[in-house]
Structure formats: C-alpha cells, structure tokens
C-alpha cells in the first residue's frame, strides 16, 4: 500500500477532469482517475505511470460508489482527496424538459455525487477534503438550463450540509463553481447558437474564456492545507462573468 497523498477524480477523462488528474499528479498524489471512458487518460498515464490508476465506470451505476471504493482501498489505507467533476450538461428549458431528461441529470450530476461522498466519508483521511463541481449556472439565471441549474444548486446545499456535519471531524467540504470553460460542448454550442456568445461569453471580465487548469488549480487549492480553514464554502472562478453586465468601456 502506497503511503502518497490519495485523491480520487471522476470525469477524470477530459476537460476539467482530466485537468484536475494532472494536476494532482503534478503535484505528487496518487490519483484514481474514474471515467466512463478512460481512454483520453492515456497521456497521463505514459508520464506518471502507476500513480495514476484507472477505472472504467459509470458514476451513476448503482454499485458504483462500493466498486469504486474497493479498487481504492485495495491500494491505500486512506483517501485524502475527492473530487467530483463528471456530470453531464444539454439541459433545456423547463417547458421542454421531460420526465427522462430531469431523472438523467439527477442521477448523473446530483445523485452520483451524493451516493460516492456516502460511500467514501467513512474511508477518507482526517484531515481530508472534498472538492465538488457546482456551477455558476447555479447562482444566476440564464436561458435553456433548467434541469443543469437546479441540480448544480443542489450540489451546493449538500456541500455545505456535508461541510457541517463532518468538519469537526476534520473532514472539509467545499464547492467550486465555474463559468465558462473551453470544454468541447461549450466549444460547439458556441459555434451553434451566436446569441449564446453575445449573452454569455461575450460578459466574462477577463475577456477570455476560462480553461480546464483554472478549475483544476483552484481544486487543489480546496484540498489542501493552505485551505485548511475553508469549510463549505463555494469558490466561483468564472473571470468575473457573474458580476459583469456588461464590459467596461476600458476594455475596447
């Protein structure tokens, strides 16, 4: 068994994710990268080897959060780390969301998140962190995200409930929203829907969409020591989108 700082990322395969496994490696862990498709992890694992390990899976299968806890402590007595990224996005408006559509991001974005946090507390270290993916979108309206906003708030309510109930244990919990991140599907809604550029890229302070690094340097921040007094807090990192109307007049 490794005697290494543990952390466990799921969407581990690409975009922050992936971002996210890097750069804990980076930075010395272990980390279990967890993706329903691990094939995008190969780079890493050609550079770090075996503190990388894999899991195929499907986060919101229901024997995921014991199959999964398993592989980890067949490897280390401990996890230091967990950081929940996978999710899914495409929601609709709430007029056009059916049953099916709110029951998929339940499961994948709300569901999976809180059944993995209940498996892993009780074999995760003291001090530990948890580290969850919420989303701007859970903090200001925009049009067409329904299902996807709802649920990311609820990845914050659970954030702090987890932060109260186990941060006298030493456990602490806490949340990072994004704004908008050069991921593929933003990429392709962005070529797909100008009124999306014009609404919502076009807002970001810092003129410039933020990147999968952004997130991931801001979850190593939240699991580690220097963060050692930050409990259920969400950190939004989104360029300045959600405090901008419109861009100032210095920036033409």
Known sequence: MTTAK?????GAGRGIGFATAHRFLQEGYTVFGVDIDTNGLAPLTERFGTRLLTYQADVAAPDFPDACMALVTAHTSELD????VAGVGGSRNIVETRDEDLDRF???NFKSVFRLCRAAIPRMSRPGAIVNISSVFAHIGTYGTSSYS???AAIEGLTRQLAAE???QGLRTNAIAPGVIATPPVKAKMAADPRYCRTVVDRIACDRLGLPEDIAHAALFLAGEQAGFINGHTLVV?????VTAVHSPLSA
């Open 150 to 152: 709802a649920v990311k």
């Open 81 to 84: 780390a967990l950081i929940n």
């Open 6 to 10: 543990t952390a466990l990322v799921t």
């Open 106 to 108: 339940i499961a994948i």
């Open 238 to 242: 989104d360029g300045g989108f959600s």
């Open 166 to 168: 186990f941060g006298a």
